[in-house]
């Protein structure tokens, strides 16, 4: 089973999630600032709720959650507890029940860092930075169900094995849950999948596998051979990421991702495995891309099923009559 992922946001369902900026918060009295604050997170949960309840009923098996979805949680400035909060009760109250509506509907849920955090960061406060929000996002994945915390390993500073080294040191510093739940993906950039997937293997790290940035940063490896090696990592449901280029693989910038994806640019090898995997669709016009593939796997998937039906008849004719 091929199971879908949509990302964050929605253009046509009317699902939002709310955030503010530190800016403003900061003008405020304290008391009025966590009434806000409150209200925001209160609403996000509400939020995250109508969004597993669309996925359930479109047909769509994973929803990825925004990284703010409890807005400014670990700002240095405006660092919370929810339980702080005057609703915060009732706000882990609405995101467990999300969590209830998850494993009812057999969804997935994961998250993905925002890009200032950075485990491999030469700086010390970039690292007490991304490891406090890693917890966080942690934190609400266990009240709401979500088993991935995708990350990227970082930059390279000159010296690219020198700052794996800084990511294996900070990646230990994390608590066992978080540690279990983060993964790492290659990026069109720095990282291809034949440099991360031996930190993959020493650490244990499911390597969730960019297809689209491994064309844009490629190694050794094809697609299939890439593919392959990343399904070796995963002890759960595998999770890969497609899109496609917004200007076409011979534009100026091809890392740029589309509004909807290039069916060419689905890997006719992840059509042949043999094993449940999830495809975060990583395109600009979210649900509407995802259910526009979710109708072209269906009818390739018919296909290949009335192919396997046409076979099955001529394996059982006599070879007499052929």
Known sequence: MIRLGLCCLF?????KFSTTTATHLLKLPENERLQKLSRLCLANAEALKQAYEFCAQAGIGCFRINSQILPLKTHPQLVYQVEELPDGKNIVTVFKQCGDLLRQHALRASFHPDQFVVLN?????????SLAEIEYQNEVAEWVGADV????????YGDKPAALRRFTEAFKRLSPPARQRVTIENDDKTYAPSELLPLC???AIPLVYDVHHHRCRPDGLSIEEATAA???TWRREPMFHLSSPLDGWQGKQPYRHHDYIDTADFPGQWLQLDCDITIEVEAKAKELAVLQLKKFLASKTKSAAATKVLQKRANKRNPAEL
């Open 11 to 15: 253009v046509e369902q009317p699902i």
């Open 121 to 129: 960061s030469p700086n010390p406060q970039t690292v007490a930075s």
């Open 149 to 156: 915390i995708n990350i990227h390993a970082g930059g390279g």
């Open 201 to 203: 293997h020493e650490l």
């Open 230 to 232: 990343a399904l070796k």
